[in-house]
């Protein structure tokens, strides 16, 4: 049989490039998504069985769900890519403060809950790999997404520290930082009028996934997702001060008049 995989965020952009790698890495899928697209995922991967999950993560009943879904299938947990998130554009002032409850719990609150199943299974099982998606926003403020970012530093932090506790229990825990990366993302986050609003100059989703696996594979603790470009721009962001980093990002993320 098969090995397991689960992937949140698996119907659209990174995480359903991470689910079809993974099966073509031979992984069986179960795949979350909030909308009824998740359902499409057997059919897109016709050659391993696909369990796809709809539920809403951002909802403590959607992450039980799912981990009832997973636990179902009385099967051990491989891989698991912790993927799912959104965004939420425009400056702080103006933003709907719900729609910013929803990113939190939907970008922080459900990964932790997530994680402490998958961990517990994960060392009872004595193995297993998980990979966390995170941001290059991790690496910068992120002015006019002031909430976005945050949640992505929120998540590179918990999966480096995880990644420490877990060692001792054969599990090995990888973040994944994603350059601009050409999805559905940005548009759902409402930045169509920013420099973002564009695919046209952003990273293959395919490549970001890509990358994220074969770190996970390699045992590495992060890693940058995207072109040479991108990887160059991660280097930099190292050594500039925040200021300048905020500055330049408002450049890219203000709202064009
Ligand atoms: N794209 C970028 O530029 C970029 C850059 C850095 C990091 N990232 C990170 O990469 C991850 C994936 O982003 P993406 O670009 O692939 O986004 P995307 O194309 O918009 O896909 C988002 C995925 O998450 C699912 N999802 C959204 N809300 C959900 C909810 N409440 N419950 C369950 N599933 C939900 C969506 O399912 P449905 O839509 O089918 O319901 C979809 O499968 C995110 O964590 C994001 O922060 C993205």
């Known amino acids: 049989m098969n090995k397991l995989a689960l ?8 995480g359903f490039e991470l689910a079809r790698q993974l099966a073509d890495r031979g992984y069986d899928i179960a795949g979350v998504g909030a ?3 998740i359902n499409q995922l057997s059919d897109k991967l016709p050659h391993v069985r696909v369990l796809p999950i709809q539920a809403d993560l951002s909802a403590e009943e959607g992450v039980e769900y799912v981990w009832s879904e997973v636990e179902a ?17 425009g400056a702080f002032l103006d933003t709907d403060l719900d729609e910013e409850k929803h990113m939190i719990a939907l970008n922080i609150t459900s990964q932790v809950l997530l994680a402490k199943h998958v961990v517990r299974k994960m060392a009872d099982q ?3 790999r998980i990979l966390i998606t995170s941001s290059m ?4 403020p992120t002015p006019y997404e002031s909430i976005y970012g945050p949640t992505r530093a929120f998540m590179f932090s918990f999966a480096q520290g995880l990644r420490e506790e877990m060692r001792e229990y054969g599990v090995n825990v990888t973040a994944l930082l994603p350059g601009a990366t050409a999805t559905d993302f940005h548009q759902t986050a409402g ?6 609003g564009s695919n046209d100059w952003k990273n293959d989703p395919a490549l970001v996934a890509q990358r994220g696996l074969d770190a996970l594979f390699a045992g590495k603790d992060h890693v940058i997702g995207g072109d ?3 990887r160059r721009d991660a280097l930099l962001k190292k050594f500039l ?6 500055r330049q990002f408002a450049r890219d993320s203000k709202p064009n008049q």
């Open 7 to 14: 992937v949140t965020g698996a119907s659209a952009g990174i």
């Open 35 to 37: 909308g009824e697209r």
């Open 73 to 89: 299938l009385g099967r051990p947990l491989d891989v698991v890519a912790l993927n799912a998130g959104k965004s939420l554009g």
């Open 126 to 128: 004595r193995h297993g």
């Open 137 to 140: 926003s991790a690496l910068t």
């Open 191 to 196: 930045m169509g009028n920013t420099m973002f």
């Open 228 to 230: 040479r470009r991108t």
């Open 241 to 246: 001060p925040e200021a300048v980093k905020s």
